[in-house]
């Protein structure tokens, strides 16, 4: 399958300074990384607090343009944010925010929430307008009523539920969904995946689903991305990524999903924080909390490589073990 969006060694670098007459250190926020969707698929994005997947998604719509290293969509690099080319392409690539009240305008009523993109990008007109309004409220589960309320008159839910139609009002090919029910009731945040998962599936879309939370990206997602600052250490389908963890960071975020009856395996609870950001630890930066450190660890930073399990994974040992199974 052809790749519409293809990100290739992006690099993002904030300096952070902790006082006034500190030295400025450079934080790597995103660290060469590089990943591809296809048209129809879904790629989930997921690891702890901080560990750069907000900043991700910000650069793959061109919002945080990249240090080094580029976007591609549909095989053409993305404009320069700012630019009428940039503007142009957000009919093609939308995103969800994880807030919708935030991502609203409070003035306008929901079917001018849902018109402004079309209005933007002159779409149709103003009877197809309409038609369209009508139409995406139906895919979304709004009633035609709703059409006058405004973002106050509304539940989380159905505000994210008009957020995700006005995504869609371009029919974009590409839809970037940024922790989009993280703020929303477990049992809101079903139904709004469900209504992701129909509408991704209806109309082909490629998504990229970012998320803390490993439950609703299994349910969700073709293949799994796990970031640790910065960077990706695993990627694989969703159910061998889940099933079958090799790195041992994405062996601790599985085991630590909660499941009746089932205790934490203590040998893969991850002790401590994440590292200061801008003093990141020599080698794999995971290892000072690693049980499964070696001395190589503390010196060779391990790079991203396929291994037998058809995924890829950056760890020393995932490398050795694979090698001595087929030996
Ligand atoms: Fe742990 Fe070493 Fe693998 Fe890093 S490279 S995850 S420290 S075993």
């Given at each position: 399958?052809?790749?519409i969006?293809?990100?290739e060694?992006?690099?993002?670098?904030?300096?952070?300074?902790?006082?006034?007459?500190?030295?400025?250190?450079?934080?790597?926020?995103?660290?060469?990384?590089?990943?591809n969707?296809?048209?129809?698929?879904?790629?989930?994005?997921?690891?702890?607090?901080?560990?750069?997947?907000?900043?991700?998604?910000r650069?793959?719509?061109?919002?945080?343009?990249?240090?080094?290293?580029?976007?591609?969509?549909?095989?053409?690099?993305?404009?320069?944010?700012?630019?009428?080319?940039w503007?142009?392409?957000?009919?093609?690539?939308?995103?969800?925010?994880q807030?919708?009240?935030?991502?609203?305008?409070r003035?306008?009523?929901?079917?001018?929430?849902?018109?402004?993109?079309l209005?933007?990008?002159?779409?149709?007109?103003?009877?197809?307008?309409?038609?369209?309004?009508?139409e995406?409220?139906?895919?979304?589960?709004?009633?035609?009523?709703?059409?006058?309320a405004?973002?106050?008159?509304?539940?989380?839910?159905?505000?994210?539920?008009?957020?995700?139609?006005?995504?869609?009002a371009?029919?974009?090919?590409?839809?970037?969904?940024?922790?989009?029910?993280?703020?929303?009731?477990?049992?809101?945040?079903a139904?709004?995946?469900?209504?992701?998962?129909?509408?991704?599936?209806?109309?082909?879309?490629?998504?990229?689903?970012?998320s803390?939370?490993?439950?609703?990206?299994?349910?969700?997602?073709?293949?799994?991305a796990?970031?640790?600052?910065?960077?990706?250490?695993?990627?694989?389908?969703t159910?061998?990524?889940?099933?079958?963890?090799?790195?041992?960071?994405?062996?601790?975020?599985?085991?630590?999903?909660p499941?009746?009856?089932?205790?934490?395996?203590?040998?893969?609870?991850?002790?401590?924080?994440?590292?200061?950001?801008?003093?990141?630890?020599?080698?794999?930066?995971?290892?000072?909390?690693c049980?499964?450190?070696?001395?190589?660890?503390?010196h060779?930073?391990?790079?991203?490589?396929?291994?037998?399990?058809?995924r890829?994974a950056?760890?020393?040992?995932?490398?050795?073990?694979?090698?001595?199974?087929?030996?």
């Open positions: 399958m052809n790749a969006l293809n990100a060694n992006l690099v993002r670098v904030y300096r952070a300074r902790r006082g006034p007459f500190a030295k400025v250190h450079p934080i790597r926020a995103v660290d060469g990384v590089s990943l969707v296809a048209a129809g698929e879904t790629l989930g994005i997921v690891g702890e607090s901080g560990c750069g997947k907000s900043t991700l998604g650069m793959l719509l061109g919002l945080d343009p990249a240090h080094e290293g580029r976007v591609l969509f549909d095989g053409t690099p993305l404009p320069p944010l700012g630019t009428a080319a503007r142009r392409s957000r009919a093609e690539i939308q995103m969800v925010w807030d919708p009240l935030a991502a609203m305008d003035r306008l009523c929901v079917a001018e929430q849902i018109r402004e993109p209005d933007i990008h002159v779409i149709g007109t103003a009877r197809e307008r309409q038609d369209r309004i009508e995406l409220m139906g895919a979304v589960g709004l009633r035609k009523d709703q059409a006058s405004f973002p106050h008159e509304l539940s989380g839910g159905q505000r994210q539920r008009v957020v995700i139609a006005r995504a869609l371009t029919a974009p090919k590409l839809l970037i969904c940024d922790e989009p029910v993280s703020a929303l009731d477990v049992s809101i945040q139904q709004i995946i469900n209504l992701l998962r129909d509408l991704q599936l209806g109309m082909g879309l490629g998504m990229v689903f970012i803390h939370d490993l439950n609703v990206v299994r349910n969700l997602v073709d293949r799994v796990v970031m640790y600052m910065g960077r990706i250490v695993e990627e694989g389908p159910e061998a990524v889940f099933f079958e963890p090799e790195h041992p960071y994405t062996k601790a975020l599985i085991s630590s999903i499941a009746p009856g089932r205790l934490l395996d203590p040998d893969l609870i991850i002790t401590g924080d994440p590292p200061d950001p801008a003093n990141r630890p020599k080698g794999c930066a995971f290892h000072p909390r049980s499964a450190a070696t001395e190589q660890c503390r060779d930073a391990p790079q991203l490589r396929p291994t037998a399990q058809k890829t950056a760890c020393h040992l995932v490398g050795t073990s694979t090698q001595s199974a087929t030996t």
